[in-house]
């Protein structure tokens, strides 16, 4: 990966991990108050380094700070002595990652721990210590020298602060847009001139505040290995995880909404797929288990597909859950095609263990992962291949803060629908649409695709169109191709989105809100949870 774009925020943020270490080591060997809350922050600040070295693939540290956790939980389970004896050992330890951080920003691309260092530094005596300005090593016998000091060249800045400044700058747009309505059209010169310079320099400004939103997706890399190490050591399997596309960086606020959804798929990849040992190896596969996690862009959108090498899901076994559940009869059971069944495992209560542990089994776990990432604007599709293992797709915008979409109006009001979910647009003749059953329009133009009425799911009356065309939004929701009829279609806009309130925020239908340039408030639809669910209860 190419660390240059992150490696100043990485050396910033490490040097505040480090300090507080630093600090907690200094509490523990003065015996401070306060033991267990000390060692504690004190793995946490271990902890948190040894994630972001292991995202930015520095594997001479995270094998020291890795080799530092397991030293200090080897000495938290002893007496007071030996934990003392460990703590001092630490220390020592604290120096090395000091000093390997600045060869690193010395331009070292990995540099590595020096041999047997653990083991050595027991029989040690400190001749160093860390320099909390330059957080280089220097000798502590040395003559006395004026410190250099230096001022970082980027801060860290709270997510709220972030989030005010992108508010303002939305109001900024808003003002601009009404601005230019209450003027004359630009007709060249020093006005249009003046007006064209400002719409550049607020979507200059806009643009940056984007930029400074973004987060690599390696910033939760270690967080989900973790995860997944752990379970599988619970469940006493034996896993590796690749994780690509750590580079691909990603909105604050939209990554935080993601990590629970990944955390339930892996999960499920570890408890439900990856089998025992024994079982593997009777199947001929190799004994540790793999999961592949990777990340992509897509233009505007960002993919992320999580794999595993493991058993499968059983379609047949899925569909008895399905039935027993009541979601649905044997007969429709039976014409479900493989798209469907696989989708049936995000339904509530549904799931293919029989005995429900503290970990799964029971059916909550992929229902919160399909309402979450319907929740981010996003799709889930799944495919799995009995034996050999089930990969899950995910799809969504790379931030909802401002969001590429199409205005549309309806009898209630203005709408907005998130462009990437719109596959294309029709006019389709009224004279050719006949009605089904469940709300459900057909067109004779595309006999298999079912058409909904925006203004009959609001509940706002029927479809107002009575003759000549309605325009369509064919949109692709969970698999398949359904269609939207509106009223009419006002056209593509670049808008800010504010999230909803109570007791709006409940509703499914809704995603978030628009402040338009007339002043007036636009809701955001998500097609993906404003159709009806397929399948649904019989």
Same mark, same amino acid.
């Given at each position: 990966?190419?660390?240059?774009?992150?490696?100043?925020?990485?050396?910033?943020?490490?040097?505040?991990?480090?300090? %507080?270490?630093?600090?907690?080591?200094?509490?523990?060997?003065?015996?401070? +108050?306060?033991?267990?809350?000390?060692?504690?922050?004190?793995?946490?600040?271990?902890?948190?380094?040894?994630?972001?070295?292991?995202?930015?693939?520095?594997? %001479?540290?995270?094998?020291?700070?890795?080799?530092?956790?397991?030293?200090?939980?080897?000495?938290?389970?002893?007496?007071?002595?030996?934990?003392?004896?460990? =703590?001092?050992?630490?220390?020592?330890?604290?120096?090395? =990652?000091?000093?390997?951080?600045?060869?690193?920003?010395?331009?070292?691309?990995?540099?590595?721990?020096?041999? !047997?260092?653990?083991?050595?530094?027991?029989?040690?005596?400190?001749?160093?210590?860390?320099?909390?300005?330059?957080?280089?090593?220097?000798?502590?016998?040395?003559?006395?020298?004026?410190?250099?000091?230096?001022?970082?060249?980027?801060?860290?800045?709270?997510?709220?602060?972030?989030?005010? $400044?992108?508010?303002?700058?939305?109001?900024?747009?808003?003002?601009?847009?009404?601005?230019?309505?209450?003027?004359?059209?630009?007709?060249?010169g020093p006005p249009g001139n003046h007006q064209e310079n400002l719409r550049q320099s607020i979507d200059r400004l806009r643009a940056e505040?984007?930029?400074?939103?973004?987060?690599?997706?390696?910033?939760?890399?270690?967080? $989900?290995?973790?995860?997944?190490?752990?379970?599988?050591?619970?469940?006493?399997?034996?896993?590796?995880?690749?994780?690509?596309?750590?580079?691909?960086?990603?909105?604050?606020?939209?990554?935080?909404?993601?990590?629970?959804?990944?955390?339930?798929?892996?999960?499920?990849?570890?408890?439900?797929?990856?089998?025992?040992?024994?079982?593997?190896?009777?199947?001929?596969?190799?004994?540790?288990?793999?999961?592949?996690?990777?990340?992509?862009?897509?233009?505007?959108?960002?993919?992320?597909?999580?794999?595993?090498?493991?058993?499968?899901?059983?379609?047949?076994? $899925?569909?008895?859950?399905?039935?027993?559940?009541?979601?649905?009869?044997?007969?429709?059971?039976?014409?479900?095609?493989?798209?469907?069944?696989?989708?049936?495992?995000?339904?509530? !209560?549904?799931?293919?263990?029989?005995?429900?542990?503290?970990?799964?089994?029971?059916?909550?776990?992929?229902?919160?992962?399909?309402?979450?990432?319907?929740?981010?604007?996003?799709?889930?599709?799944?495919?799995?291949?009995?034996?050999?293992?089930?990969?899950?797709?995910?799809?969504?915008?790379?931030?909802?803060?401002?969001?590429?979409?199409?205005?549309?109006?309806?009898?209630?009001? +203005?709408?907005?629908?998130?462009?990437?979910?719109?596959?294309?647009?029709?006019?389709?003749? =009224?004279?050719?649409?006949?009605?089904?059953?469940?709300?459900?329009?057909?067109?004779?133009?595309?006999?298999?695709?079912?058409?909904?009425?925006?203004?009959?799911?609001?509940?706002?009356?029927?479809?107002?169109?009575?003759?000549?065309?309605?325009?369509?939004?064919?949109?692709? +929701?969970?698999?398949?191709?359904?269609?939207?009829?509106?009223?009419?279609?006002?056209?593509?806009?670049?808008?800010?989105?504010?999230?909803?309130?109570?007791?709006?925020?409940?509703?499914?239908?809704?995603?978030?809100?628009?402040?338009?340039?007339?002043?007036?408030?636009?809701?955001?639809?998500?097609?993906?949870?404003? $159709?009806?669910?397929?399948?649904?209860?019989?």
């Amino acid at each position: 990966m190419d660390r240059r774009k992150y490696l100043e925020l990485f050396l910033n943020e490490s040097r505040e991990h480090l300090e %507080g270490a630093g600090k907690q080591i200094e509490i523990l060997i003065s015996g401070g +108050t306060g033991k267990n809350a000390t060692l504690k922050e004190f793995y946490r600040n271990l902890h948190s380094l040894k994630g972001m070295c292991a995202a930015m693939e520095f594997r %001479g540290l995270t094998e020291l700070l890795h080799a530092m956790e397991e030293l200090l939980e080897w000495g938290r389970a002893g007496n007071s002595s030996r934990l003392l004896k460990t =703590v001092g050992t630490l220390e020592t330890g604290l120096e090395e =990652v000091g000093a390997l951080l600045g060869l690193v920003e010395n331009g070292d691309p990995d540099p590595s721990s020096r041999t !047997g260092v653990l083991k050595n530094l027991r029989s040690r005596k400190k001749s160093r210590k860390i320099d909390h300005e330059s957080r280089r090593p220097r000798n502590s016998g040395g003559p006395s020298e004026k410190p250099e000091v230096s001022f970082p060249s980027s801060i860290r800045v709270q997510m709220e602060s972030l989030d005010r $400044l992108l508010e303002s700058t939305a109001e900024v747009v808003i003002h601009r847009l009404r601005l230019q309505r209450s003027l004359p059209p630009a007709s060249g010169g020093p006005p249009g001139n003046h007006q064209e310079n400002l719409r550049q320099s607020i979507d200059r400004l806009r643009a940056e505040v984007m930029e400074i939103r973004l987060v690599p997706f390696g910033s939760i890399a270690g967080r $989900l290995r973790d995860a997944a190490l752990d379970l599988a050591k619970r469940r006493e399997k034996r896993i590796e995880m690749e994780i690509l596309g750590t580079e691909i960086s990603i909105d604050r606020s939209t990554l935080e909404r993601l990590l629970d959804p990944l955390f339930h798929l892996i999960r499920n990849c570890v408890d439900h797929g990856i089998e025992p040992r024994q079982e593997r190896l009777r199947a001929g596969k190799k004994s540790v288990g793999r999961l592949l996690l990777l990340v992509t862009r897509i233009g505007s959108e960002l993919r992320v597909e999580l794999r595993d090498d493991g058993r499968g899901i059983d379609p047949a076994l $899925l569909k008895d859950r399905a039935v027993e559940g009541g979601w649905l009869t044997p007969q429709a059971a039976d014409r479900l095609g493989k798209e469907e069944i696989l989708r049936l495992v995000t339904l509530p !209560g549904v799931s293919t263990h029989r005995e429900p542990d503290e970990v799964s089994g029971r059916g909550v776990g992929m229902d919160v992962v399909a309402t979450r990432i319907r929740a981010l604007g996003g799709t889930l599709d799944i495919d799995s291949w009995p034996g050999r293992g089930t990969a899950f797709r995910m799809q969504f915008p790379l931030t909802l803060a401002i969001l590429d979409s199409l205005l549309v109006q309806g009898k209630s009001g +203005t709408y907005v629908f998130p462009l990437h979910q719109i596959e294309s647009i029709q006019e389709v003749p =009224v004279g050719e649409l006949e009605r089904g059953r469940n709300r459900c329009l057909r067109w004779k133009g595309a006999p298999n695709v079912d058409l909904y009425s925006l203004d009959e799911i609001l509940g706002v009356g029927e479809n107002p169109h009575r003759k000549g065309t309605c325009p369509v939004l064919f949109l692709r +929701t969970d698999g398949s191709r359904r269609g939207l009829l509106v009223g009419s279609i006002l056209g593509r806009r670049d808008l800010v989105l504010r999230p909803l309130g109570s007791p709006l925020e409940t509703m499914r239908e809704f995603s978030g809100a628009a402040i338009l340039d007339d002043g007036g408030i636009a809701l955001l639809l998500n097609a993906r949870t404003l $159709l009806p669910e397929t399948p649904g209860p019989h």
